[in-house]
């Protein structure tokens, strides 16, 4: 599970590893690969971005749909939108042997310990909150309320690091840093950990 707050790179460090295969290399048995779980939302398509492979892009009639019939492994209302795991997708990949990657916020990450004790949660953190707040800046995807309000939440969600096994540092330019951490992590403790299916 990886997690952590917005505009610290989530998105970036995960496409990384898709692109290079993390991890375990790409000369391996595909079933010993990670699988990425594709989060399902309401937000706007952001240019760039494409459905199915970054998100899946969704009505919020839809999204509710989901989640009443029980689709969804977790789900949260997150600055407005509607996020949430799609159940089926990570059963399917843990019943055919592979180790399962999630991207979640704090509150979900939570969540998904709940359900799933033997998760294994990692939490993707700024250098500093003024340099998230930069990053925010420039990415200029949001209204300044809305940058105001995602700093604000960025700081509540820092001061929920206990709830995390792991605390990887993203710094500004230095993605491969980061995955190589998140790598040595993942193959540190995929030993000791069991996957289950949740029903």
């Keep these: 599970m990886l997690s952590g707050p ?17 991890p375990f290399g790409r000369q391996v048995e595909p079933s010993l ?6 989060t399902v939302t309401t937000r706007p398509q952001r240019k760039g971005e494409i459905d199915g492979v970054d998100y899946h892009f969704v ?4 999204f509710q749909e989901m989640v009443k019939s029980g689709q969804l492994l977790e ?8 996020y949430g795991v799609p159940r089926q997708e990570v059963n399917e990949a843990l019943k055919e042997g592979h180790d399962v990657i999630v991207k979640a916020d704090v509150q979900g990450a939570a969540t998904i310990k709940g359900i799933m004790p033997q998760a294994l949660l990692i939490f993707l953190a700024p250098p500093s909150m003024e340099e998230l707040a930069a990053r925010l800046n420039q990415r ?13 939440t960025s700081h509540e969600e820092m001061k929920q690091l206990p709830l995390f096994d792991y605390v990887v540092v ?3 330019d ?3 840093l980061a995955v190589a951490q998140i790598e040595a992590i993942t193959t540190a403790e ?10």
Excluded: F
């Excluded at 200029?140 to 604000?152: A, G, H, M, P, V």
């Excluded at 995929?190 to 029903?199: A, E, L, N, S």
């Design 6 to 22: 917005s505009g610290v790179g989530k998105d970036a460090v995960l496409a990384r590893m898709k692109r290079l295969g993390r």
């Design 33 to 38: 690969r990670l699988h990425y779980a594709v």
């Design 59 to 62: 009505s919020p009639e839809s």
């Design 75 to 82: 789900w949260a209302e997150v600055y407005g939108n509607l």
């Design 140 to 152: 200029k995807s949001e209204s300044t309320i809305d940058l105001k309000r995602r700093i604000e």
């Design 170 to 172: 993203n710094h500004q």
């Design 174 to 176: 230095r993605v491969d």
């Design 190 to 199: 995929k030993c000791r950990v069991t996957p289950r299916v949740i029903d």
